[in-house]
């Protein structure tokens, strides 16, 4: 048997149980790591048909896409909604509580 990488292992995850994506990325968010947002997102292109098919779905150049995903990437708004609305998502904003 061939061990997975992480990555393998989480876009599996993510295929076995989307609700699980959708909790850690808003974990990630809430935290703000925009690293782990990447690398998160990487994994979920991986697990619904990989980064080519996320950017004919989300209408973005492939090459840069690849580029937006890695872990100097720095996408704009546009490139993230784009990305999410893809995935059956989207961006939010909600109130935060006070201490």
């Known amino acids: 048997m061939r061990d997975r990488t992480h990555d393998e292992a989480m876009a599996e995850l ?3 149980d989307p609700s699980y994506a959708l909790e850690l ?4 968010l ?3 790591e925009q ?3 990447l690398i998160a997102l990487r ?4 697990a619904f048909g990989g980064v080519q098919s996320l950017a004919e779905k989300a209408n973005l150049n492939p090459t840069q896409l690849y580029r937006t995903l ?3 990437g720095n996408p704009e708004l546009h490139s993230l909604s784009a990305i999410l609305k893809a995935l059956g998502l989207r ?3 909600e109130r ?3 201490a």
């Open 35 to 37: 690293g782990e947002l």
């Open 70 to 72: 890695s872990e100097q």
């Open 14 to 16: 993510f295929k076995q």
């Open 91 to 93: 961006l939010a904003v």
């Open 96 to 98: 935060v509580r006070a």
């Open 43 to 46: 994994q979920m292109a991986k």
């Open 30 to 32: 809430e935290d703000g």
């Open 25 to 28: 990325l808003n974990s990630i």
